[in-house]
């Protein structure tokens, strides 16, 4: 079953606008939740995390959102660039397993210049 | 300093050979993953090694798959009878010791296998 879900496989954006990237889980045990940055032919790479005991994150042009009673955490882009332009993983642990990560499907962003 | 590298970077083969992937972690980093990504997937993750500690083991596919790792340093991946549906990028993530709030994983560069 998939733990973690990307429904949007795809996504569009004007460049200077803000990119929102979704993603819904439902094991209640997951108390990390991070988001992965992936160009073609490279390791994904980390961009951001939060706590399960926070509900946001910031970090300059990237914020993360959880809201855990929808199970459902969101990353925001703000402004697009066109650079931003990659496949983003949402992925989420459980402490007590171990810091193994289940992604999600990713969603491709195209940041139009 | 250098990041997680993997070998080979492609590999063909045909049904029913044994394959082997090459993973070296960043020095110092005490947890090794491996994951696979098959095409439209998401990453899926395979084992997991930390320290002295017996790996986790738990998201191999089947038994035609296993792993070992050296100490704290290289780990190889061993895909036995391998069967079309095993290929994948397979990806290697190295990171320090969790022991609270997530240490971040550095990912390498990924084995694209193709089974024939």
């Known amino acids: 079953d998939q733990q973690v879900k990307q429904n949007s496989p795809s996504l569009s954006v004007q460049e200077g606008r803000i990119s929102i990237l979704n993603c819904d889980y439902t094991n209640s045990m997951f108390d990390y939740f991070l988001w992965y940055k992936k160009y073609p032919a490279e390791g994904p790479t980390f961009l951001i995390s939060i706590s399960s005991i926070k509900d946001k994150n910031e970090d300059g042009r990237f914020t993360v959102f959880l809201n855990k009673s929808a199970k459902h955490l969101s990353l925001h882009i703000v402004p697009s660039q066109p650079g931003d332009s990659a496949v983003y993983f949402c992925?989420?642990?459980?402490?007590?397993?171990?810091?193994?990560?289940?992604f999600g499907t990713g969603t491709r962003l195209a940041v139009r210049p | 300093g250098a990041g997680v590298s993997q070998s080979p970077s492609n590999k063909v083969t045909e049904k029913g050979k044994d394959v082997e992937l090459r993973c070296d972690p960043i020095s110092g980093h005490t947890a090794l993953y491996w994951y696979r990504q098959r095409l439209g997937q998401g990453l899926e993750f395979l084992i997991y090694f930390q320290g002295n500690s017996a790996p986790d083991k738990s998201g191999l596919p089947s038994d035609r798959f296993s792993a070992e790792r050296t100490g704290e340093s290289v780990s190889t991946l061993t895909i036995q009878r391998t069967q079309q549906e095993d290929s994948a990028v397979y990806l290697c993530a190295s990171s320090l010791e969790p022991y609270w709030g997530y240490n971040e994983q550095f990912f390498g560069p990924g084995t694209r296998l193709t089974v024939l």
């Open positions: 992925a989420a642990s459980e402490k007590s397993s171990g810091d193994k990560l289940t």
